[in-house]
């Protein structure tokens, strides 16, 4: 076992957590926790060294990375002041990349996901006008071998109405009523503690790279292909 695999003990614990969800059992088992954390953020130390060497960063490390396992419950209905899972995020360096990279371990629901989740107005505006002008482009990129074989089709939340400026007759149209452009591949937990987990990972997140430079060079251009930095 290496620093760069997600130990089968940091699984159980989280399992464990997902049981107990509690202040009085977390600070019994902070050991437990902290030994789980370490792993997960040596793992993501590996995958940002591997990940630098096809792509730019802005995230300096796996501690950096990590999301915070404490629940807000202020204002939530659900009061477990823990969230069962190890979740992250690697920005890539703006302004000139754009899209980044999200990994969330947990048993049962491992998974990691990149794109555009909440893309600002101007973007979407921006990404909708591309749409409907290179259709065909747009095709042809989401079609791609690569992204399809380990990431399947394009997911994301629609909006059911013709958004304002556009045609419902545009043959883009099913396209232009996206409002997330996104792309998951889940892993089993077999999966997650495998030695190869860190290559798989990897290799997914190289292979949305063709979606990655189509947006950045469309996010940072205006519509005469203008760079806007």
Request: with cysteine; hydrophobic share 35%; charged share 30%.
């Amino acid at each position: 076992m290496n620093n760069s695999t997600i130990k089968k003990s940091t699984l159980d614990f989280l399992k464990k957590l997902s049981f107990n969800n509690d202040r009085d059992w977390f600070n019994e088992h902070k050991d437990q926790y902290e030994l789980a954390k370490e792993n997960v953020e040596a793992f993501m130390d590996a995958l940002i060294l591997k990940m630098s060497a096809h792509d730019q960063l802005e995230t300096p490390s796996g501690k950096k990375s990590l999301y915070r396992i404490y629940n807000d419950v202020r204002f939530s209905k659900d009061k477990a002041p823990y969230n069962p899972r190890f979740a992250g995020y690697l920005k890539r360096t703006k302004p000139l990349l754009r899209g980044g990279y999200y990994i969330r371990i947990k048993p049962g629901e491992s998974r990691i996901a990149c794109g555009f989740l909440f893309p600002n107005a101007d973007d979407l505006k921006r990404i909708r006008q591309d749409i409907t002008a290179n259709y065909t482009d747009w095709k042809k990129l989401l079609n791609d071998k690569t992204i399809q074989k380990h990431f399947g089709l394009l997911q994301g939340e629609q909006v059911k109405t013709t958004p304002r400026g556009f045609s419902s007759d545009d043959p883009a149209i099913a396209l232009i009523r996206y409002k997330q452009f996104w792309f998951e591949r889940k892993f089993k937990d077999s999966e997650v503690i495998a030695a190869d987990f860190l290559v798989n990972v990897n290799n997914s997140y190289k292979a949305i790279r063709p979606f990655f430079d189509y947006m950045s060079d469309l996010l940072t251009t205006d519509s005469n292909g203008e760079s806007l930095y």
